[in-house]
């Protein structure tokens, strides 16, 4: 799995490349793990770098690499269980330009899907730390769909994220857990 998401990840961005169509992004909010453990928000993050591959008019499709943080809180028996996991994600999005103005505002719709790999993180329960993905409780492997709302302003990129995992990472037996977020980002063309 690791290695097939390392070709899809430089197969996406690893093409010859012109310029403004590179971008970079950060980003912050929060995430929590949704389905039948339902856990409540936690501080999230995302850094990382796309690019956009021009397809007819405004219409186009973005493949990225994040680093993304993710995470939940969620109290069971009394007992506080406190979850991070870092995952580097391949969203790929479709996107539809829409210009607002003469001075270059646009606004961009975009929707699709990710895979994800959790390589690393801490997990928190009844006082004792424990690696999120070594004892095989969490899935390293996720895969949700995503949505976009993005204002570009010249070179300037500003968005809010909404992803939900279609895919159960929980390795027990249970109950499912579906990873969620929402991300305010800031970004540049490059």
Do not use: C
């Not at 994600?89 to 899907?113: C, H, K, T, W």
């Not at 990472?169 to 490059?190: A, C, D, E, T």
């Amino acid at each position: 799995m690791k290695k097939l998401l390392m070709v899809i990840a430089f197969v996406s961005i690893g093409i010859v490349a012109s310029a403004q169509n590179w971008k970079g992004e950060i980003g912050f909010g929060a995430s929590r793990h949704g389905g039948d453990f339902d856990g409540d928000y936690r501080f999230s993050w995302l850094a990382g770098v796309g690019y956009e591959f021009e397809v007819s008019g405004p219409f186009s499709i973005q493949p990225s690499i994040n680093i993304v943080k993710k995470g939940t809180n969620k109290k069971v028996s009394g007992s506080k269980i406190k979850s991070n996991a870092y995952y580097l994600e391949v969203p790929v999005m479709a996107s539809y330009r829409f210009l607002l103005s003469d001075i270059n505002l646009n606004l961009v719709p975009q929707v699709g899907a990710y895979l994800g790999y959790g390589f690393a993180g801490k997990t928190k329960a009844a006082g004792i730390k424990a690696d999120t993905f070594s004892n095989r409780s969490i899935k390293e492997q996720d895969f949700g769909i995503a949505f976009k709302i993005e204002a570009e302003w010249q070179d300037y990129l500003f968005g809010l994220r909404y992803s939900t995992g279609l895919k159960d990472i929980n390795n027990g037996s249970s109950g499912s857990i579906r990873n969620k977020s929402i991300l305010f980002s800031v970004g540049v063309r490059f």
